[in-house]
């Protein structure tokens, strides 16, 4: 069996060498022998400008030497001179690991495991569940942690649990994928909301079905592990995602409808077929398509139903939980109102390279017991 761990980094010096401590003190490591696996980690570097790549390789010879089960795990640092979260998975898929790869890890570079052992129950969900694709655990804000916390802090920890109330969730932070469905295809350059892409990419059988919740749930397993991540404490910090977030669920849901189009046109042509030939003829085929539908509007650009998002993510929740919730999502509604106005503005003038921002403050450290493990 061979499992790649996938983890492109964007000047996360603050935060790599915290995220290789974690990630080589995870259970599946042990647990290769009796499996028959070994695992390929690679940290991608996509256009760092920091000392990422240092901390990256120092970590990584320090457990070549050191680690219990060294037999079983390569450790490589990949240099990219482009900054592109899409580019690195295309990288990592379909150029740096191998072309046998049963199963693949992708984590961020700044994130810490809560439990030695969510590694290897991601990989288990999807080897006991041959109908699964993906799978995932449960993420946790580091605010969660604090023996303290603000309003601020208790509404951001409330807007979560609406948000992960969706079945089948998974985030971009970490999640693992069954080889022979990432293989087959590229991700789009620009696509910011990658998971949500992928997730419906696989569940909807490359959108040629529509599916069902128990069908989702089914394809898209949750295990039992958790990590913690560093969340948006500061207001710009919080106001910049959510216009990120808008933009990104504008640009999938014009992919889709691009690719449905595509699809009427041509009924023989498949989805990944497309994804590929496009990706080939222009790894930025996305934005030439998105810069000619901005084009032809005269100003709303942003996906139809933005404004009302906050109260439709109620739906999944029992009438009391609705109740409860209703609240947060008045507010979150009076919040994005602003949000969308940015959020409108930056994509109708394809201001998309502004939507990456440097919002690190280091509270992931203070937050996680991890930073000395050996």
Known sequence: MKITVGMPAWNEE????????????????????????TVDIFCIANGCTDNTVTIAEEAFDKYRSSHLYTDYFTATVYES???????????L????SDKETDYYIFMDADIAFLDRDTLYQMLMELIENPE???????PVKHIKRSKTKSLMNLFSISV???????????TGQLYCARGSFVR??????????????????????????????????AMVRHSEGSHLFEAYTRPRDIFDNQVRQAVGNSI?????QYLRQCMLKDPDTKVDTILLERYRENPNWLKAEIASFVSSRTFWVLKPGLLIAPFTKLKHLTW???????????LVFLANLPVLLKANWTLKNLQLGSLWKDTKNSELRDASDLEQVV
């Open 14 to 37: 603050d935060s790599i060498g915290l995220a290789i401590n974690s990630l080589m003190d995870q259970t599946i490591f042990e647990h290769c022998k009796r499996l028959g696996a």
């Open 81 to 91: 001179s482009v900054p592109n979260r899409s580019h690195a998975w295309n990288d």
């Open 93 to 96: 898929v379909h150029t740096l």
């Open 132 to 138: 699964a694709i993906l799978s995932a655990d449960t």
């Open 160 to 170: 979560t649990r609406v948000n992960r109330s969706a079945p089948g969730l998974i």
């Open 184 to 217: 087959r295809f590229h991700l789009p350059d620009q696509m910011i909301i990658d998971d949500g892409f992928i997730k419906w990419l696989g569940v909807t059988e490359f959108l040629t079905k529509t599916p069902t919740e128990e069908e989702i749930t």
């Open 252 to 256: 999938l849901d014009f992919t889709f």
């Open 320 to 330: 009391k939980n609705r109740f409860i919730y209703l609240p947060a999502s008045c």
